[in-house]
Nanobody, 124 residues
Framework: QVQLVESGGGLVQAGDSLRLSCAAS????????KGWFRQAPGKEREFVAA????????YYADSVKGRFTISRDNAKNTVYLQMSRLKPEDTAVYYC?????????????????WGQGTQVTVSS
């Protein structure tokens, strides 16, 4: 069973940058597509970014396109989310997710396993 552990969250000011990491256990996870989702208080969990197993394909929510970059290092079994020009509306718990397939998707229900989440708070 694959386990995901997120790290890198914190409190930053608007305009700052932050990099989230998602470390996976289990060799099989390096062949799985991964995604980042977020959930703000009182709101549903929403898609942020996704990456195929090879890293050759990436997808972004319109709200983060041009500011966030998803990447992966399969040798380290780790996925990253580089966040730049952060806004207060980016405040949320950020979750890493994986699916037993090579193709990335933007749909929450297609992901098979999840991390515990890491809090990102952006002050104005």
């Amino acid at each position: 069973q694959v386990q995901l552990v997120e790290s890198g969250g914190g409190l930053v000011q608007a305009g700052d940058s932050l990099r989230l990491s998602c470390a996976a256990s289990g060799r099989a996870s390096s062949s799985h597509a991964k995604g980042w989702f977020r959930q703000a208080p009182g709101k549903e969990r929403e898609f942020v970014a996704a990456i195929s197993s090879s890293g050759g394909s990436t997808y972004y929510a319109d709200s983060v396109k041009g500011r966030f970059t998803i990447s992966r290092d399969n040798a380290k079994n780790t996925v990253y989310l580089q966040m730049s020009r952060l806004k207060p509306e980016d405040t949320a718990v950020y979750y890493c997710a994986g699916r037993s397939g090579v193709v990335a998707t933007t749909i929450l229900s297609t992901y098979d396993y999840w991390g515990q989440g890491t809090q990102v708070t952006v002050s104005s």
